[in-house]
């Protein structure tokens, strides 16, 4: 079992940085590849990105690559989401995800997520 809870979200202007954080809980935690989505109003949850288990490799939405970066800390148990050159089309509710289970890009293919923190780009 695992929750996740984030925080760190917030209104900025375009052009401005913000990081996002997930806590998470649950021993099995480093065995997790976890993952970020967002879902803007009348528009369907997409991925953003996610950190595989182990090695920690890395996996981008196109629309935020170069822009975004996933970190995790194991001992932590805490994931986090740096979004920097933020755009008015980035704003979104991001949700933290864990247990992945197939195509990272399918949120059918995620066991577990968080209750989101909103995200507002104000241009």
């Known amino acids: 079992q695992v929750q996740l809870a984030e925080s760190g979200g917030g209104l900025v202007q375009a052009g401005d940085s913000l990081t996002v954080s997930c806590a998470a809980s649950g021993r099995a935690f480093p065995n997790y590849s976890m993952g970020w989505f967002r879902q803007a109003p009348g528009k369907e949850r997409e991925f953003v990105a996610a950190i595989r288990w182990g090695v920690g490799n890395t996996y981008y939405a196109d629309s935020v690559k170069g822009r975004f970066t996933i970190s995790r800390d194991n001992a932590k148990k805490m994931v986090y989401l740096q979004m920097d050159s933020l755009k008015p089309e980035d704003t979104a509710v991001y949700y933290c995800?864990?247990?992945?289970?197939?195509?990272?890009?399918?949120?059918?293919?995620?066991?577990?997520w968080g209750q989101g923190t909103q995200v507002t780009v104000s241009s």
């Open positions: 995800s864990a247990q992945n289970t197939g195509d990272y890009y399918d949120p059918r293919n995620w066991g577990y």
